[in-house]
């Protein structure tokens, strides 16, 4: 009850008062104290007296929380094995009310938050909202783009947790293919249709596009850019940034060369 009144109130306040916490969870202010510094001990809650006492999540206490919440809808019955950790993200193996799964768990750190917060009014809120955001961005590019471009299938997010289909593939960095020539013909392919759903991945590369005998597909939507609600243009120096990515690795990689602009023609 503490952790959904630190939940409810996050994107309200940088370190959400204990007195807010106690008027939403039911739990005496005293207790919410005792609770707070017990989650602090486990890391699981960061802990600040200010003008007042507050808490906020720490990455590992938003996500035990996020992963609680999905368990809690009968979304998650099992978690397996780390899969992989980067800057960004933490992503495990799951078992899933659809089976085996793939549960990623948005991490951005205060450098990432600094900076964006730069472009975006965020005010003095705690970063852990930005991995929110993140996870939320995520499930709703991919919901968006399923059925119609080859991503993985999204089927839940809470908090900074993300539940997807898992996809037996590796990075196209890591495969050497043997029709280059093909294979970049349908990733400029699917980028259009992305663009004409409404979306631009915003982080484009050989390291978040998976390839296997039976397809490619397209992963790691955190900084997608929704054509409804950004500027046109915008989008387009991002949709540039992202094909450019691309057409530089396959020059690079497989000697394939591509004039940027009489694909954006196209």
């Known amino acids: 009850m503490v952790m959904d009144g630190i939940f409810k109130n996050m994107w309200d306040y940088k370190f959400?008062?204990?007195?807010?916490?106690?008027?939403?969870?039911?739990?005496?202010?005293?207790?919410v104290e005792d609770i707070l510094r017990y989650l602090s001990d486990e890391d699981m809650v960061e802990v600040k007296k200010t003008e007042y006492l507050g808490g906020a999540f720490t990455f590992f206490g938003l996500s035990l929380y996020s992963l609680h919440r999905l368990v809690r809808k009968d979304y998650v019955t099992m978690i397996g094995e780390r899969m992989g950790?980067?800057?960004?993200?933490?992503?495990?193996?799951?078992?899933?009310?659809?089976?085996?799964?793939?549960?990623?768990?948005?991490?951005?750190?205060?450098?990432?938050?600094?900076?964006?917060?730069?472009?975006?009014?965020?005010?003095?809120?705690?970063?852990?909202?930005?991995?929110?955001?993140?996870?939320?961005?995520e499930f709703k590019a991919l919901k968006k783009l399923y059925g119609r471009v080859?991503?993985?299938?999204?089927?839940?997010?809470?908090?900074?947790?993300?539940?997807?289909?898992?996809?037996?593939?590796?990075?196209?960095?890591?495969?050497?293919?043997?029709?280059?020539?093909?294979?970049?013909?349908?990733i400029v392919e699917e980028i259009?249709?992305?663009?004409?759903?409404?979306?631009?991945?915003?982080?484009?590369?050989?390291?978040?596009?998976?390839?296997?005998?039976?397809?490619?597909?397209?992963?790691?939507?955190?900084?997608?850019?929704?054509?409804?609600?950004?500027?046109?243009e915008i989008a387009k120096d991002v949709l540039k940034r992202d094909l450019s990515n691309i057409l530089k690795y396959f020059k690079k990689t497989y000697n394939i060369d591509v004039n940027l602009e009489d694909v954006l023609k196209n």
């Open 85 to 137: 950790e980067g800057k960004e993200s933490v992503i495990y193996n799951c078992i899933s009310r659809w089976g085996e799964a793939i549960l990623k768990f948005h991490k951005v750190g205060h450098v990432s938050f600094k900076r964006v917060r730069e472009k975006r009014d965020y005010g003095s809120l705690h970063h852990t909202v930005l991995m929110v955001r993140s996870a939320r961005n």
């Open 150 to 186: 080859s991503v993985p299938k999204p089927y839940g997010w809470e908090g900074n947790a993300v539940l997807m289909e898992l996809i037996d593939a590796r990075e196209l960095y890591k495969v050497r293919i043997e029709n280059p020539r093909d294979v970049l013909n349908y």
């Open 16 to 31: 959400v008062p204990v007195e807010i916490i106690s008027r939403d969870s039911g739990v005496d202010a005293r207790k």
């Open 192 to 232: 259009e249709e992305m663009w004409r759903i409404g979306v631009v991945h915003g982080d484009l590369s050989q390291f978040n596009i998976l390839v296997n005998p039976d397809g490619i597909w397209f992963i790691d939507f955190p900084q997608a850019l929704d054509l409804d609600e950004v500027d046109v």
